[in-house]
Structure formats: structure tokens, C-alpha cells
């Protein structure tokens, strides 16, 4: 199977094939974060998304941004960590998990006995 690619296109975000629809600032986010090599500071995300308004911008509105853009990776099939620490906003994009037979089994022996735990538990 081939890996899938969160990469810019056209001003278009993409998931492999899967175009992602964003705001203008959450494109901008995304955008920034993609062509500094996954890592900027709030400071540069300001600037690049409110130029006029950046000393008025709180960390706040970072957070809810970038948790906007999570749950549209997340949404697309992206398994996407974006965090803030400090004065930076990071993204990292996780690889697909391949789950084998095994897992498979194990996962699905969990799901079924989880009903039972609970019943038998009274």
C-alpha cells in the first residue's frame, strides 16, 4: 500500500488523494507549518495570519485554530498531532499502524469480551 502524503497543491491541502477544505487561516497554519519543516512560533503564525492584528491575538485563538485543523486531518484519514509548547506550534504526521492478523484477533477478542466484563461484573 502506498503511504499517504499531507502536502500543498495548488494553494489545496491533500491527504494522498484527499483534498482537505480549509479556511484561509487554517490553510495559512497548515501552510507555515508544512514549509517551515513541521515547527514555527506563534509569533510567525501571527504575523502570517493576522499581520494587522497580531498584538491582539491571544494563544487562545492559536489553540482553537490548530484544533480546527486537527479535526479536519483527523476527519480526512490524517492521524496528525499538532501541539503548542511555549512560544511553538509543531505538527507531526503519524504513519498509517498496519495491523496483522494477530491484532486483528486481539482487538477483536477486546471489543467482544468488553460487553461481558460488564455484565458479569454484577
Not at 498531532?81 to 512560544?87: A, D, F, H, P
Request: glycine share 4%; hydrophobic share 40%; with cysteine.
Amino acid at each position: 500500500m502506498k503511504r499517504k502524503k499531507l502536502h500543498i497543491t495548488d494553494n489545496n491541502l491533500m491527504y494522498g488523494n484527499t483534498p482537505i477544505n480549509l479556511t484561509r487561516n487554517e490553510y495559512l497554519l497548515v501552510s507555515a507549518l508544512l514549509n517551515s519543516g513541521g515547527e514555527v512560533s506563534c509569533d510567525e503564525v501571527k504575523g502570517a495570519i493576522w499581520p494587522d492584528r497580531k498584538d491582539l491575538i491571544t494563544y487562545n485563538n492559536i489553540n482553537q485554530l490548530s484544533s480546527r485543523v486537527k479535526s479536519k486531518l483527523i476527519i480526512a484519514g490524517c492521524d496528525a498531532v499538532i501541539t503548542k509548547n511555549g512560544e511553538k506550534i509543531s505538527i507531526l504526521v503519524k504513519e498509517p499502524r498496519k495491523f496483522n492478523r494477530k491484532d486483528i484477533v486481539i482487538y477483536t477478542l477486546i471489543l467482544i469480551s468488553l460487553p461481558l466484563h460488564y455484565y458479569l461484573s454484577f
